[in-house]
């Protein structure tokens, strides 16, 4: 199963990705979750990413293209992935078929997940990152036991750059902008898939398998 997951910052992605990596046995790939890596890393790339990334800009093509051709060539996604976070524009898709082509392959599905932008700037200035373990909380939805300190390795909480209410308005704002059109690109290929983000995760899941189940 070769998907990718799309939809604006805080529309619930990641929680969606984590239940269909577990459904079809396949690694989930975050481009974001690359760049901070090599970022810890101390690479050159790493640290010209984050620079981008904190600003609520798209990190350059070219840089993100070889990322993604680079992990493409590890073993674990022959028999599929979940890429989330990628393709950001329309040249990032291109690419992206440029690089399938080359091996082969072809997309199983394109996951759309909306929702209002109101919920998205709730949801997202309310996220607390462990800085240890990278555990995600959520001041509303799902605070820690004691207030800024992880429950699973008593880390420190805090709110990332590119979680900031203003950030979440600028990266809104490219989203509309370069990566909604993607969107369009896709939406003649007969493997798009439209969920409602506002929806319980449990009835966006169910409703996202059916399709898929319908589809393939």
């Excluded at 990596?21 to 690479?43: A, C, M, Q, V």
């Excluded at 898709?93 to 919920?119: C, H, M, P, Y």
Aim: proline residues 4%; glycine residues 8%.
């Amino acid at each position: 199963m070769r998907i990718i997951i799309m939809g604006p910052p805080g529309v619930g992605k990641g929680t969606e990705a984590e239940l269909l990596i577990k459904d079809f046995n396949i690694p989930h790939i975050s481009t974001g979750n690359i760049f901070r890596e090599l970022y810890r890393d101390k690479t050159t790339v790493g640290k010209i990413a984050k620079s981008y990334i904190d600003k609520g800009e798209l990190v350059p093509d070219d840089i993100t293209n070889e990322i993604v051709r680079n992990r493409l060539s590890k073993p674990d996604v022959e028999k599929g992935f979940l890429f989330d976070g990628y393709p950001r524009n329309i040249e990032q898709a291109e690419a992206f078929d440029r690089i399938l082509d080359e091996k082969g392959w072809k997309l199983n599905a394109v996951i759309n997940i909306q929702t209002s932008d109101e919920l998205i700037i709730k949801r997202i200035s309310g996220r607390r990152v462990c800085e240890d373990c990278g555990s995600i909380y959520h001041l509303e939805n799902n605070p820690p036991e004691i207030d800024g300190v992880c429950d699973k390795c008593d880390g420190n909480l805090i709110q990332r750059d590119d979680d900031s209410q203003e950030t979440v308005l600028r990266r809104l704002r490219i989203y509309y902008d370069q990566t909604e059109p993607v969107i369009g690109y896709y939406k003649h290929s007969g493997i798009m898939i439209n969920a409602d983000g506002s929806n319980a995760i449990s009835k966006n899941h169910a409703d996202i398998m059916k399709a898929l189940g319908e589809m393939n």
